[in-house]
């Protein structure tokens, strides 16, 4: 199946890159399509199958799979934060704790998140309306409000952005 790790005998493509955003569990709809099985939509409501990426020699040419992803903090850091791509960057807006401060970085051009642009105002109702970022932003804000509760992706229907 995946072949002999050279160009002409492989399935996947050695040497690719894709720069394209996907999630861990893309992989699970991905692996299911890959032995030939199915699965059934409820199941996977918040994946998708990145097996196309994975198969073609320009996957960056391919329209994205997702240009939303929320991540969770873990036991060191509980923060939770999404992350949204569109054709001016790739953005993740970080919530706030008590202990620290609403951030967003633009990761195209800061992947080390060193600048965070939104050093100047702690919460979103201090940004002003007139900023350079307040509707994307705005948008994270709300996918997150959306997307950031606990519940089963079975029994909480996504939201359509």
């Known amino acids: ?14 040497g690719i890159v894709c720069n394209q955003l996907v999630a861990v569990l893309d992989w699970v709809p991905t692996f299911i399509q890959l032995v030939g099985g199915t699965i059934a939509k409820d199941q996977h409501m918040n994946s998708t199958s990145i097996l196309s990426l994975l198969t073609s020699r320009e996957p960056d040419s391919i329209p994205p799979v997702r240009t939303w992803h929320i991540h969770r903090g873990d036991v060191y850091d509980s923060r939770i934060a999404v992350r949204m791509d569109d054709e001016a ?19 195209a051009t800061d992947l ?3 600048s965070n642009l939104f050093e100047r105002f702690k ?4 940004l002003p309306a007139d900023h350079l970022h307040f509707a994307r932003v705005t948008a994270l804000a709300t ?3 959306v997307h950031g509760r606990p ?10 952005f």
Do not use: C, H
């Open 89 to 107: 960057g790739k953005w993740v807006l970080i919530q706030p704790t008590k202990k620290r401060p609403m951030e967003f970085y633009n990761l």
């Open 112 to 114: 080390a998140q060193k």
């Open 143 to 145: 996918w997150l409000a």
């Open 123 to 126: 919460t979103l109702a201090d």
């Open 1 to 14: 199946m995946w072949g002999d790790g050279t160009a002409a005998g492989s399935k996947i493509p050695p």
């Open 151 to 160: 519940g089963s992706p079975r029994s909480t229907p996504a939201a359509r």
